[in-house]
């Protein structure tokens, strides 16, 4: 049982070596050491919207806004500098707005009971649409070197941006494992009616799942903005999306709420980053790339569906007599009453 | 192809035929919940069949309909036998069956819903003239006035029944059978109803069958009446020829051996009278399907609800839980109002609550029997305010699960625990909250007898050791005559709030209060 519980967790970082072997003996370029932190400091703001991806996953959620998030708070950060602002204050605000997009995405779904797929759906197209506005889809140079520091310094010859994704990875570990709010994250996707009844507090842990999520993606905002020295209106409207549900899929966070760990969501995070970067590293088309992580995707969705359903097989088989049963013995209505 | 059915099994419909029952049986597990059944449906009747809860009604239904094959014993449709294994096969007979449920999609229209699965075409494309024409016709049949294009959300529930007898007509069936089809209805409409019903058997000689567990509403309509009980029919005949009375007894069954069964269970078991506090009061309670209601309950009471299906049991236990809301009325815990607002509020003023379907929202599957257990109380396990102390929540949840004498895998999911220990997990996550009020809605439902009695032991000894009082809602008349102090009878979304000392009543009286509600 262990032995397998191993390989499955496992799973995921022998096919990384074999990938890691692959672009190797297509390009002697990839294992190279410069290459590596390319593609640990690409992996970075990565993982980071992984982050932001999988906690909202949990909960049996979907954040779409996430890439578009990471463009707005890039922009707005930049645009605080240009205006005057200290580099700290605007990575802060930046912050804040992702907190505060997320925190307004998680109350929209909470009161108005829209799903979290079409509330998102929208706060892509808003979040998106703000940074073109507020520069004319023109790109903000960025020249302050505290800021630069965020994407580009190093400690102890460490990236900063890798350090801050070890530091928030770790919190995020404790989080879930080690506090009430992560308990009931894994509740909530498990059996929202379940835990409603047994005192979950589905407003605040929605809104905090939410507001986690923008945060994370805000981050991720500052981090690439700080990265490329630049602030551009369409960072995050590419692929950072589909990375962040590919990775944290892959990484064996359900789509349906309720399974996942941080650790399983980092690998999956490093995998499609090496996936993404080998691609450009042995010349690969760009335009292949969303192709590959969509397949990737299917792969991931259908294997988790795949597992949901086979564990589920035997029970639901039994379950379905189960209840036929219990029909049969106390009458229909007794089920009806509690529904209506 | 479903033409070609219902073709083979077609015959002349204006004379004589039936539809019979041939020494049916079901049983599921140990229990028999029909017990070799023979019953005969003729043409141009309407056919009556009442019981009490469990008499296997439904069970019969759901063989006629397709749902569920009989154990043994068949049936025959103008003497030939037939079987079903997909409700569709019961439908494409000319069997079908109107639930009290709507099972029409309210974003059709009239003919669409009409002809759903079975629409008519011209040339390949929709032939929507004549299903309009069509839809025209049945509407004014079952006297719904509105246009064959109007959407099914803009009618009336009412109105959306009558649709469901609609579909069933459109799709020629030759057998309708409605599962406790006034529920929903107003006085006047079951009237229409009722129109409705003697029109297709009376005059366009079809079959009609009514389940339903008003006798008065049954007497009045039905030419012929079957009375089931234990899954055993007690008595069968013609309207004219059977008394209210001896309809009554019938359905509430065998006297002597359900007295006896009650007997057995421990009466010997009474605690100590010792001076009583009021815990709860509730008045007027009222709400969209609830209407005043009123009760008392003492500190060491276990208060028993019982009532038919539909009858707000359930409603009114998620009410004082904070899960449905209420709009009129008060109620008292502890002296001081309490006005639940959400389960999180019950929680924290004291209030447990067991649901009824434990898979449904009663545990979580993706967590372990400890998690689902320390849940709501995971503030008690922590440090610094912060970061939960597994070591703690484990070690005490183990002391209530080896109290509780849990038997599995307890570091797996608890799905993969049996049903009895699942529940038995459930009410130890109800007694670590430590409450003051436990609501229990079938507590033992779906699981065996040896786990049963377990759970009854645990409720009489909390109440004996701790300050608490329990609510208890059943349909086993068993489990509510052996395990609580006091009964109170619920029937259509209210009770009159008298309650009856459970010593005092057997299975049989309470099933006659069931009934009538004369208490």
């Known amino acids: 049982m262990n032995i397998k519980k191993f390989l499955n967790e496992a799973s995921i970082l022998i096919v990384w070596l074999i990938l890691v072997g692959i672009f190797s003996l297509l390009s002697p370029n990839f294992f190279q050491t410069t290459n590596a932190v390319v593609l640990l400091l690409n992996g970075a703001i990565i993982a980071l919207i992984t982050l932001s991806q999988s906690f909202v996953l949990l909960t049996g959620g979907i954040d779409l806004s996430t890439g578009a998030v990471i463009s707005m708070t890039g922009i ?24 505060f997009a997320g925190v307004l995405n998680g109350l929209v779904i909470h009161y108005a009971g829209i799903p979290p797929f079409i509330v998102t759906f929208a706060a892509m197209g808003v979040a998106s649409a703000i940074p073109m506005i507020i520069t004319r889809a023109e790109s903000i140079k960025i020249a302050d070197p505290g800021f630069l520091w965020i994407g580009q310094g190093k400690v102890f010859s460490i990236p900063v941006p890798i350090i801050l994704v070890v530091i928030c990875a770790i919190l995020s570990t404790i989080l879930l494992k080690s506090t009430i709010i992560g308990t009931h994250i894994y509740a909530l996707g498990g059996n929202r009616l379940a835990a409603r009844l047994s005192g979950v507090n589905i407003m605040r842990t929605t809104i905090f799942v939410y507001g986690l999520s923008g945060l994370f993606a805000g981050m991720a905002g500052v981090v690439a903005t700080s990265r490329l020295g630049v602030a551009y209106p369409q960072t995050g409207t590419g692929n950072q999306l589909f990375y962040s549900i590919a990775a944290a899929v892959v990484g064996g966070v359900s789509l349906f709420g309720g399974i996942g760990k941080i650790r399983g969501a980092m690998s999956g995070a490093l995998l499609i980053a090496t996936i993404s970067n080998g691609m450009n590293v042995v010349n690969i088309s760009s335009y292949w790339q969303p192709l590959v992580i969509g397949l990737i995707i299917l792969a991931g969705v259908g294997f988790d569906s795949a597992r949901t359903l086979t564990k589920n097989k035997g029970k639901r088989g039994r379950s379905v007599i189960i209840t036929t049963k219990i029909k049969g013995l106390v009458g229909k209505s007794s089920t009806r009453e509690g529904k209506k | 192809m479903k033409k070609d059915v219902s073709r083979e099994v077609g015959f002349e419909m204006t004379r004589e035929w039936t539809l019979s029952a041939e020494h049916l049986s079901q049983e599921f597990g140990s229990t ?24 296997g009604k439904s069970t019969l239904l759901q063989i006629f309909s397709g749902a569920l094959s009989p154990t043994s014993g068949g049936i025959n449709l103008d003497s030939s036998p037939i079987s079903f294994i997909e409700p569709y096969q019961a439908y494409a007979a000319g069997i079908a069956c109107v639930y009290q449920e709507l099972s029409l999609p309210i974003n059709l229209t009239i003919w669409q819903s009409l002809f759903l699965g079975h629409e008519l075409r011209k040339n390949g494309l929709l032939d929507k003239k004549e299903m309009r024409r069509i839809s025209t016709t049945i509407c004014k049949d079952i006297e719904v006035d509105a246009d064959s294009d109007t959407i099914l959300s803009n009618l009336s529930v009412s109105q959306r029944q009558l649709l469901e007898i609609g579909a069933a007509i459109n799709r020629k069936a030759k057998v309708i059978l409605f599962d406790e089809p006034t529920t929903a209805l107003e006085p006047t409409q079951i009237s229409l109803l009722f129109s409705i019903m003697r029109k297709l058997a009376h005059e366009q000689n079809l079959i009609v069958v009514l389940v339903d567990h008003r006798l008065d509403e049954v007497l009045s309509v039905c030419d012929r009446v079957t009375a089931l009980a234990d899954g055993k029919i007690r008595l069968s005949g013609k309207k004219n020829e059977i008394s209210i009375g001896s309809l009554t007894d019938a359905i509430i069954g065998n006297r002597e051996k359900s007295a006896g069964e009650v007997i057995t269970l421990d009466q010997t078991l009474k605690r100590e009278q010792r001076k009583k506090s009021l815990l709860l009061e509730v008045r007027h309670l009222g709400s969209e399907r609830l209407h005043d209601i009123s009760l008392i309950l003492e500190e060491g009471e276990i208060l028993g609800i019982y009532g038919l299906n539909g009858s707000g049991r359930s409603r009114f236990l998620r009410t004082l839980y904070g899960d449905l809301s209420f709009t009129n009325g008060e109620i008292t815990l502890l002296g001081s109002n309490y006005l639940p607002s959400s389960p999180h509020y019950a929680l924290s003023k004291g209030v447990a609550y067991l649901s009824e379907e434990r898979k449904k929202d009663g545990f979580i599957p993706l967590l372990t029997p400890t998690e689902n ?13 912060i970061f939960l102390n597994h070591t703690l929540k484990n070690s005490s949840a183990l002391v209530i699960l080896k109290k509780l004498n849990v038997r599995g895998d307890i570091s797996g999911l608890i799905t993969r625990l049996s049903g009895g220990n699942q529940q038995k997990v459930l009410f130890a996550r109800s007694i670590m909250q430590k409450p003051v009020l436990l609501l229990l809605d079938e507590p033992t439902k779906g699981i065996d007898i040896g786990a049963k009695i377990e759970i009854y032991d645990l409720i009489k000894s909390l109440v004996k050791s701790e ?45 006659l209060l069931a009934l009538q509600g004369k208490n």
Do not use: Q
Request: net charge neutral; proline share 2%.
């Open chain 2, 373 to 385: 257990m320390t849940l709501p109380i995971l503030h008690l396990y922590r440090r610094l305010r």
């Open chain 1, 76 to 99: 707005v950060a930049a645009v605080f500098m240009r205006s005057g602002a200290p580099w700290y204050v605007a990575a802060i605000v930046a912050s804040l707005l992702g907190i």
């Open chain 2, 467 to 511: 300050n608490i009082g329990v609510i208890l809602v059943s349909s086993e008349e068993e489990e509510i005559l052996s395990i609580t102090d006091t009964v109170m009878i619920f029937r259509n979304g209210t009770s009159s709030g008298i309650k009856n000392k459970t010593s005092e009543l057997d299975v049989a009286n309470l099933r």
């Open chain 2, 32 to 55: 028999k919940a029909l017990d070799d059944v023979t019953l005969i449906f003729k043409s141009g009747e309407i056919h009556g069949i009442v019981g009490h809860n469990g008499a």
